[in-house]
């Protein structure tokens, strides 16, 4: 156990419209049956990577259910485990969460008294899987200060939602824009949000931010400190997505409905973990038609089903038409409804026919809570 | 001092011979059923929604399926700090070393581990069924006649009851005889195999019978207690109950599951059947495939047809295929354009492209004609199929098979039986 991990779970932004009214976005549902978390913590523990510290904020209440138990990941050990921080009143200290790089001061305590030379920080937004012991052995490798992970961005990417970074011939980071409005790349390299730093390094530049009322990570650290320490990219060139955005979250659920990606995630070494629900398999009655789609355990189809995620316990009834869209967690629809590039949020319960239809590019957030009846 | 009001034995060391190849391996008990569950996760899931806490899992027959699936009992809330399952096979003692030779052979021999929870009330279970109980209600009914045994009954109709081992009682449902198989039934209620035993009177008759050959609950422990004068009353359990003891009650039990509102329903909110499951990702279907009337598992692939059907968790089903009134367990791949009927394949098979199974006309089967029967093919554990193959119906397949294994190559006809145990796909 050379390293000890951190997840930065709190964030929220304006990007995931009413999506994110009732859960951070390290809670979102994603690919059927994972939340986006699951990403991280997996690649963390298949990395025996086993101390990990989740801070969270923003509406922790769904994040904190996902995470109840630490076993789901493998955490739940006797050396290291899972720790869940949020913000606390102590007498020296009543803020809030003033950034990244405070969140980490507040809990300073959990770097001091780890006694791993290491830390691996990521964010809890990001769907991907990544090995962080080829990511440590390219540190120390490259004597990096630290080491930033980053992914290329593919065409017709909004940049300004990202990191673009530059680099010498040597990978070592040159200019550091923080969501710029243009970049003269097409395909620029971005950074995932992935970091590793020596443990001590980190303390000490952690402190010196505080010292001077600086509480933003990347802004703060990295692009201050990039002439004066060795910061170094690590290119992640297999899938990665951040999915802090109502389209590139619906994008990257549609990603699945790709077999290459789901060979990826799915059926090769190693698995994603997620809290299991102990739901019964997926039931079709007769009538149900469903083509190219993702269902999962729990749910009930009765009728159309085309180029969509239905996740887990979500009842379609008969005659109904779902196509291009998300149908999140326990969701029970009536029938004769049609549903065209929709999300509809979880434990939602829509009436028989009605329709609702987003556009290719402005998806549809759907939101209805009515009485459920029970059948 | 622990003390447990009741403890739940559970036998799961029979073979379970009439499901033919798919015991090859394993104990009944492990056998795969309803897409994603194990046969003995619904006494478990039964013990833990009834508050028992406290199993023992008593193993002989192939028991490492079992012993990986139920482990230290996390998915059944079963690892606790005091009590919790624990599997218990047959040990050498200082002086001797025997298998568990019956029912109640078995439980004797674990009375140590039955003292240490000090109990007032032990519950035996049979790990074949099928079944949501609430043991809760069965004790309470114990409770309040005073029994000394508590039988749980089940009534089946008339003309089957002859079948059966039936209880007589009296109106207070108090046991005044037992008839086992008679030709002229006299009662309806048949024995489940579910008995609450008051601690004190199970242990004794346990010690008095500790010689018996073979002792067993139904031959020799109730009518040793019976005869002595114990109270034993029957309780009537009316929800749905199956025995999936044969291959074809074991596939119409699966069937039964497709129905829009089946009689045993495992969606309901109440009363979850808890299981060890491995895969959690959704299942993908494509726009090639067509899915009718069926159950699929987690992390499976259908790329072609599905019609009435169980399918496991991790199966792939590619373009052209057609699985009509199948049971499919997890892990097996079915290649381009293969056509299965009234199939029932064990895990991690491997079926290559255009293969039919289940053609042909009837035939008996030539070596168990009682066990493969109904027109069911039946694959084993780890079978490999290879490209183009034919086979009839009422035929078993094990094993590593090529096409020097059939007739010209490509044909099984019906009633032939295929076991080659030496080789299997891990």
Redesign the interface.
Known sequence: MRAIGIVLAGGNNNRMRELSSKRAIAAMPI????RAIDFALSSLSNSHIGKVAVLTQYNSRSLNEHLSSS?WWDFGRKQGGLFVFTPTITPDNSFWYRGTADSIYQNLNFLKTSHEPYVVICSGDGIYKLDFNKVLEYHVAKKADITVVCSRATPGTDISRYGVIETDEDMRITTFDEKPFFCKEAEPLISTGIYVIRRRQLIEMIEKAQEEERYEFVRDIIIRYKELKKIYVYEHTEYWRNIASVEDYYQTNMDF?K?DV?DY???QYP????K?D?L???????????????????S?INGN?ENS???KQVYVGNNCTIKNSIILNDVHIGDNTYLENCIVESRDTIRPNVSYIGEEGRIKVVVEKNERYLI | MIRKEMIAMLLAGGQGSRLGILTSDMAKPAVSY???YRIIDFPLSNCINSGIDTVGVLTQYQPLRLNTHIGIG??WDLDRNIGGVSILPPYEKSDNAEWYTGTANAIYQNLKYMEYYNPEYVLILGGDHIYKMDYEILLEFHKSNKADITIATYPVSWEEASRFGLVITDESKKVLEFEEKPAKPRSNLASMGIYIFSWKVLKEALIKLSDQPGCDFGKHVIPYCHENGANIYAFEYNGYWKDVGTLTSYWESNMEL?D?VPDFN??EEFW????K?DV????????S???????????T?VYGEVYNSV?G?GVTIEEGCVVADSIIMKGTSIGHGSKLYKTIIAENCVIGNDCELGVGEQKENKQHPNIYCNGLVTLGEGTVIPDGVKVGKNTVISGVTTPSDYEGGNWLDSGESLIRADERLA
């Open positions: 690919a059927g049956s994972y076993k409905l077999r789901r995630f799915f059926r698995d994603v973990y997620s299991i102990d019964p398999p997926a039931k079709y009655n007769a009538g149900a038609t469903v083509k190219n789609s993702l269902i999962s355990s729990g009930i089903v995620v239905i996740f | 309803g897409g994603k996390i998915p497709i829009l495992l969606y979850k059947i808890y299981t499951s959690i990702p959704p299942q993908y279907i494509a726009g495939a067509t899915v009718s009337r069926s159950i699929i598992g987690e992390g692939e399918i968790s």
